[in-house]
């Protein structure tokens, strides 16, 4: 449904980068939930501009909730938060609506919508709105946590420098508690910088992998068809944009494995069935196997350079260099790390909402 | 919702494996579509067992129209298809309850279904249901093909031998014309079928890579969110049973690159608007930018295979050695050609229309 | 979304009256319902025409489930259910594309699809349809019933023979138990009779009001917006061919009350809390109250009637004398019983499914 | 969904009475749709309270986009409006946890959220939510007249007093023209105002019917199942606050019909094809038949009334008499005409974007 997800709980995402506010509704949230205000901060700052290896773009980016809110606890009504858009230039987009820059939706977003778009920021297509998405996916992290589940993401590879990749079986996922750039092998994360610092000396952009785990989660999440967990954790990770690529468990290195490397043997571990390895992502059948779920995304290089690129002039036809201005992430990979964990929690709400009722996930009174 | 997907036009699939017959409903389908048998049963015989690299169960699997279609037209009203089960061999899937196989869904299926769901041939998570989609898949993909929109897949890697991939600006369709293993290397597919023949030899299996493009797609369609064209597309080929990834255009290696390398420039070309690149595989922001739409799903090496296996046995509470005995693929990829198909078909022509009208995609009396 | 109605459990209807079969899909559906095939068949002979005051089309009318149910009971997987059409007489139908009938779909089927629609017998528009339909609802029923639910409809009026109402407070529901022709005071149900007779012998038709009540409901069930509970069972009645009106409680006679009459005092009840009247029909605000949930709804006289009518020859561009043969309800409303039985289930259990989750309707192994 | 309706426009409502805003997001609304603000203006203020015949709260109302509107045009991404609650007295509300009035969703609001809802002014289901869908409607209907449809309703009945009602061959829709008390017959308005004004001195309330009218609808819009243009009109209607019923055509006076009365003969008229009568209301089979949509909607009287009435204290489990202070209105029925055109608009609006896609109800630049 366009721009709503999710079934019995489902958020719809509203709002233009430079426009009044970029918010969500978040609608079949139980009541009960404690809104905790810290952790959508935390979250929030993750996703945030303004720090070393982001955009410069500073906002404060304080959630304002509008309705379904009330003392601290949600009331089972439809949460609607908006931040507010403060710290935007609309003047450098103008020129766009002729030239659209490569790579980017202003071209596509006119295909779509004919000229009545608005281009400023990114309009609507902006990463900004991941904004509304990280304060109502951290609402409910709050509310997963407190049934034992726990969703963590590090930042797998930029360029050509690879992070550990989390142990599938046993991910150590406590090792990136309250890491601004998040990875396991610190070594790595001073490699990574040093491409971004790199790429954005060169007035370019790099690319990276973001690997997320969901711990905790309950066995027998998910469909058959079509709502298996992998399409619905696809479908709301693929909609993030520079998003253009997921895999599950091993991934596309399942293809060059044999049948009897890549099944996981279930085991008894502590009175639990378990798997013995975890090839298979946490995901067997499209249905949670009580094992850890994890997925990586990949997130294409910043679109938005500021090296000078060949592009078409719609006016006259040609291709003619083209300079971007503005304010640009040199890696957006970094800052989807928080938004993978908001969508990843969005996702695993709904379905828990699905199979317990739309009671499950808040306190009693 | 679950076994539905789709919004403009939704498909909803039944049945199990060993049941009556599998099937789906095709709602939201325009009046005026030709039902074009042949083309349905070339589809339906890519993707039937009983040939050389792929399992020996032979069916006939004549998709059985009960309602939606008359004179060789949709009506406009739904579309429910059957397939007759009439070739299954039920006493070989007694023991899985006890002892589950690895990799398979025996296991979660019963954390979802409590004991009541049906273990025989996979049940409900069988792969015998995409039959059900790739007729659905088939008569959709006619009526695309009426508005210049081509469906073209084929294997890009099994094992770690690999295919050319498609030039993602000039895609060879053609090339894969009635191809029974449609590669775009012959030697490569030679050797692939290689790997194939050693896994069914040592009782393993094989993974693969398969490589899908949609031709003609009109630009604009797709959602800034959540249903952009990767995110639709997602949903269903995860949803496929053993897909575990997907990815667009340059996809993973896009982790790689420099935005300087993968934005594609706009440029003209006889009158129209182009890009001079495709690492975006046709997509930028969710819409079609009017290129070959590219992208590449890995199916993981079937699990059920007949090589000694220890897993858990439930009663005992220990790992014992179970040898799985049946029908199996050797390498499910290859049958997952004619289903990469079929679903792209359902995606794309859900998007179509929604934008264009339930109307749009018949022909007029 | 067209064909399928509900949330959590959803039911999507396809066929055609002289089609090969009509029939539905159940998804959601939890595990471990028990198939009462007593209770369906007991729904479907009332619905079944061939009695003295319903239409002489007298069809076996079997349900046969084709997935979805192993061993009497349900597997959470998706029910399909068929009924074949074996008794159609399809010749009396050609003539309506020309002529169509007054008050039938003829005309508006071919508004909408274009003339690719099946006309024969109503094709998608027929009141067939609603055995599937009764078939799906009495599976529900049946579990419903193993809550505590319970959902029962009798005959208000026919003609301008009017039945008691529910004693809306304690509804006498048990009275009605076993009856072919449901009303309250029997001396009414003849008169009712009557006028069918007299309809019948003047090939003309009557109309009438079906009302329903809901017992047993548990408090909390719907939703403020725009899924209230009025909304919903409205939705579903409404779409019942021949329905032209729904009220609940005291309906239009709202209209005429001061507020002082029709609010309903909440008051203490054996330890619970009740309402010491009922104006309201159980749903104060869209959610029930835990008070009986009573509703009418009305059914015009068939449209289908032996008597000359003057209607558009399309061909001639004039209005001329029809003459309508063929198998035809006197009084649709009498068969209605059964179907608003079911529509309520199904509604009901959506919103059950909702509130507690997609296991709570099922037995545990 | 819940608070979302609608498929390809979608409505999501969201507030509370006394909360910091009310409003709704609007996804899937063509681009390029003029936003006429004195049109809303003039829709707001109908029915907005500060009459002489309607509540004393006084707001000033005015909906503010946050999204999806730039320069007097929808831009095809969703549209987020809200309308601020500056004049809201909490005090007056916190006493109804304990004592719930009568006919009032206290109770109910508290079985569903169990105790987290906000009770003031209603909370989430306050009419005054209904500010918001007006808002939204304008937007739509001035759409819809540049497609020549238009929505117009008047009220039917207050107390015992009844207007005419639209001649359904030929509704004289102008004659409502601009009026704030909209009847046909403006001494019938005389009457009703007088059994309103009464009611407010009995410290009473009084119920009240609105029948509407959509005219210049195309033929074919609607779905025979379950998506019927009754089925869609009237879970919009019975899920606007006070609405307990809702009929189209003749309605309940049907059930009193012969099939010969009832019937609508189709007969040509200036080389087009219509019903000589309109009992059905405009619709055939769930579907436009081109003739005016004709439909009534009865409101009960308002529940909150300052007459003392007895209800249960649930701190003392015994039943004492509640007086309820406050803002009320004598007669929500008035209020109810502009809702019930909009919510009639974006049901229309919806079934023709699903018919004709999301670009029609827009302009091209």
Redesign the interface.
């Known amino acids: ?5 999710g ?2 709980l ?1 958020v ?5 980068s430079h ?5 969500c ?1 978040l ?2 949230i139980a ?2 939930i404690k809104v905790d205000v810290d952790l959508i901060q935390t979250e929030m700052e993750k996703r945030r501009g303004g720090k070393e290896y982001t955009t410069p773009r500073k906002e404060e980016d304080v959630p ?5 809110v ?1 003392d601290g ?8 938060l ?1 931040i507010r858009n403060t710290n935007a230039h609309s003047a450098d987009y103008s020129k766009f609506r002729d030239m ?6 202003d ?3 006119g ?8 281009l400023r920021g990114g ?3 902006s990463g900004r ?1 991941t904004a509304a998405l990280v304060a109502a996916g951290a609402l409910i992290e709050g509310a997963l946590a407190g049934k034992g589940i726990r969703i963590v993401s590090h930042i797998e ?4 420098v690879k992070d550990r990749r989390f142990d599938a079986d046993h991910p150590e996922i406590d090792a990136l508690n309250g890491k601004d750039f998040p990875v396991l092998d610190e070594e790595a994360g001073e490699k990574m910088k040093e491409v971004i610092r790199k ?1 954005a000396e ?1 007035k ?6 973001i690997e997320t785990c969901v711990a905790g989660l309950p ?2 999440i ?7 967990l ?3 954790l ?3 990770a ?2 993030v ?1 520079a ?10 290195g ?15 571990e502590d009175g639990k ?1 378990r ?1 013995a390895s975890n ?3 946490g995901i ?7 094992m850890p779920v994890i997925f990586r995304t ?8 500021a ?1 000078p ?4 002039n ?1 006016k006259t ?3 003619e260099v083209l300079e971007v201005t503005g304010r640009h992430d040199p890696c957006i ?1 970094v800052r989807a790390v928080p938004v993978m964990n908001a969508v990843s929690a969005l996702v695993i709400a709904d379905l828990l909402t ?7 996930l ?1 306190e ?2």
Not at 254 to 268: F, R, T, V
Not at 284 to 290: M, Y
């Open positions: 449904m366009k721009n709503s997800f079934n019995a489902c719809t995402l509203f709002g233009e426009g009044d506010a970029v918010g509704v609608d079949g009541p009960g304002v909730f509008l309705s379904g009330k606890y949600t009331e089972g009504t439809p949460v609607c908006i659209p820059r490569p790579g980017h939706a071209m596509t977003a295909y779509k919508y004919r000229g009545y778009e608005d309009g609507h297509f709105l590879s930029i360029g050509d790429a060169e370019d952009s790099a690319g990276g992998v066995e027998g998910g469909e058959p068809w079509f709502d298996t992998e399409s619905m696809g479908h709301m693929l909609s944009p998003c253009k690529g997921i895999e599950f468990g091993d991934g596309f399942l293809a060059g494995m044999k049948g009897s490397e890549a099944n996981d043997p279930w085991i008894p069935i798997t090839h298979c992502g067997v059948g499209g249905i949670s196997d009580g990949v997130f294409k290089p910043t679109a938005s350079i090296k690129q060949e592009t078409l719609r036809g040609k291709t990979a699905q199979r317990y009722g739309n009671l499950w808040g009693t009174k």
